[in-house]
């Protein structure tokens, strides 16, 4: 990511009500996974922001969480019906022109559209990712091909919900990559292909060694699902940790996960390795008066009080 693709709040406050209601959701997800008897993980940036800072990454907008394929289901199946009235799970499974593989906990009635999916059908909520974890196929063979399936699908639901993605290119190979976009964009709109099709193209491929005896996982939403590669050892037993005033879980293994994916990720990255996902539309609907001057639950409480 270039210092291009990454924008600061100009009000801070707008980023930290973010922050607010999205540990709202993270702590919903907990309740509801502790109800159900299924596990999660704080992930990704996340994990980072638990261990470095005990909370956010103080210019992060989003909370990721990782779990192992077999409680990815149960959530999916039996999360809903748990679920106070202000939460809901979305994916491509239910939601048409969702842009990725992975699910997300969204807040009701609010909107939160990243930069990259502006021109995007469907429209985000405030929300955290939600990413399974799914077996390592045994065979090097066949697990690079999974690799190359699921790269395509997932890419191919990109180009689904917008012709215009990130590319990384410049001068005449980022007009043709550009071209090449928009026009496998209109072909899948022309034919009415839907996200669910795909999703289930791209879960059968994620899905190939469901059945076999291993206990290698990785996260096949990522690009790069090599870096994120795991073993149940490392995994169990988890750890709960403190974020922001609530608590979170970690893998046993954190600190080799996140070295694995990331390096040096205690250190703080230059304004150039920085990420976020500056919205291009916000509106926190009725949680807009929410106080961020005081921690989650607190805020939530008196704003409860108020309404």
Request: charged share 30%; hydrophobic share 35%.
């Amino acid at each position: 990511m270039s210092v291009d693709d990454y924008k600061e709040y100009k009000n801070h406050d707008e980023l930290r009500k973010v922050q607010l209601l999205s540990t709202l959701l993270m702590d919903e997800l907990d309740r509801v996974c502790t109800e159900l008897g299924i596990s999660y993980q704080a992930y990704s940036g996340t994990a980072i922001g638990a261990v470095r800072h005990q909370g956010f990454i103080p210019w992060d907008d989003d909370i990721d969480i990782s779990m192992l394929r077999e409680d990815y289901e149960v959530l999916l199946k039996d999360g809903p019906r748990l679920l106070r009235p202000d939460f809901c799970i979305q994916n491509g499974r239910t939601d048409n022109f969702f842009p990725a593989m992975n699910s997300n906990l969204s807040l009701r009635n609010t909107v939160c559209v990243p930069d990259d999916f502006s021109d995007c059908p469907f429209k985000y909520s405030i929300s955290i990712g939600i990413f399974p974890f799914d077996k390592i196929p045994t065979s090097p063979k066949i697990f690079k091909s999974v690799l190359r399936r699921t790269w395509f699908w997932g890419r191919l639901n990109f180009l689904l919900v917008t012709p215009t993605p990130h590319i990384p290119l410049h001068g005449w190979k980022r007009k043709i990559a550009s071209f090449v976009c928009y026009v496998i964009h209109y072909i899948l709109r022309i034919f009415r292909i839907s996200s669910k099709f795909i999703l289930s193209k791209w879960e059968k491929a994620a899905r190939t060694a469901e059945k076999e005896d291993t206990d290698r996982r990785t996260c096949f939403v990522e690009s790069d699902p090599e870096n994120w590669e795991m073993d149940l050892k490392d995994l169990y037993p988890m750890i709960r940790v403190p974020f922001e005033d609530i608590t979170t879980i970690l893998p046993n293994a954190y600190d080799k996960l996140l070295t694995n994916a990331y390096g040096a990720y205690m250190e703080l990255p230059s304004m150039s390795e920085r990420k976020n996902h500056y919205p291009s539309q916000l509106d926190f609907g009725k949680w807009k008066d929410i106080d961020v001057t005081k921690g989650s639950r607190q805020a939530f409480e008196d704003f409860g009080q108020k309404n």
